[in-house]
């Protein structure tokens, strides 16, 4: 079985400081992670992926995460955000045989001016 | 296509009433896959085709649900004697072989409110 934690439903930041968005797995295989955006009544949109290549993932718009197997977390990061990032963000664990994908149940980014 | 499409983008049904969401997948991805996305939380699977073989139901929350894809292209999910608590979005996505590691590419989702 394999499951998701976000571990803050919600973050708030000012434009232009760091952003770290938390997210822990559990996974009886070596997992596959992403992370997914969604932007209000817009579709889900890929922003990076880790696939047991590189521990540090870079991904759109300036995010880049790090799997850490030892901790079972992959946090997303961006070193200044920008308004344009204010959005519901979702970290996904894939099962290796295939079919299915668990999403966590979300982390929603505000940032102020 | 440019994307994954979805019809209707909003339904409203009565409660009873059998409802029918469509998918266009992204042209030659092998796999799709259904999300229910209940407000406030992140997408849940439901079931999962690589062409026209659903290889997995398991998400289906009760036999009032039925999913196809006849062709190995479209997709219809079918909700029959909605219930209220059968209102969220629905999520169609497709990647091009369906491995773990695919990118999942999301279409915008039908919003279904039953009353």
């Known amino acids: 079985a394999q499951s998701v934690t976000q571990l803050d439903s919600h973050v708030s930041v000012s434009e232009g400081t760091p952003v770290l968005l938390r997210c822990n797995y559990s996974?009886?295989?070596?997992?596959?992670l992403f992370w997914y955006v969604q932007h209000p009544n817009k579709g889900l949109q890929l922003l990076l992926k880790?696939?047991?290549?590189?521990?540090l993932v870079k991904g759109i718009n300036g995010f880049e995460a790090e799997f850490k197997k030892s901790e079972t977390s992959f946090h997303l990061t961006k070193p200044s955000a920008h308004m344009s990032d204010a959005a519901e963000y979702f970290c996904v664990v894939s099962d290796p045989n295939a079919g299915k994908s668990t999403f966590g149940d979300g982390t929603t980014l505000t940032v102020k001016p | 296509g440019a994307g994954v499409s979805q019809s209707p983008r909003y339904k409203v049904a009565k409660r009873g009433q059998d409802v029918a969401l469509r998918c266009d997948p992204i042209?030659?991805?092998?796999?799709l896959f259904w999300y229910q996305q209940a407000l406030g939380q992140g997408p849940e699977f439901l079931t999962y085709?690589?062409?026209?073989?659903?290889?997995?139901k398991s998400g289906l929350p009760s036999d009032r649900f039925f999913a196809e894809r006849p062709e190995g292209s479209v997709s219809t999910l079918k909700i029959q004697r909605t219930q209220q608590e059968d209102s969220a979005v629905y999520l169609c996505?497709?990647?091009?072989?369906?491995?773990?590691?695919?990118?999942?590419?999301f279409g915008p989702g039908t919003r279904l409110t039953v009353l």
């Open positions: 042209s030659g991805h092998v796999s």
């Open positions: 996974s009886s295989y070596s997992p596959s």
């Open positions: 085709f690589q062409n026209e073989a659903q290889l997995d």
């Open positions: 996505a497709s990647s091009l072989q369906g491995q773990e590691t695919d990118t999942q590419y």
């Open positions: 880790y696939t047991s290549a590189a521990t």
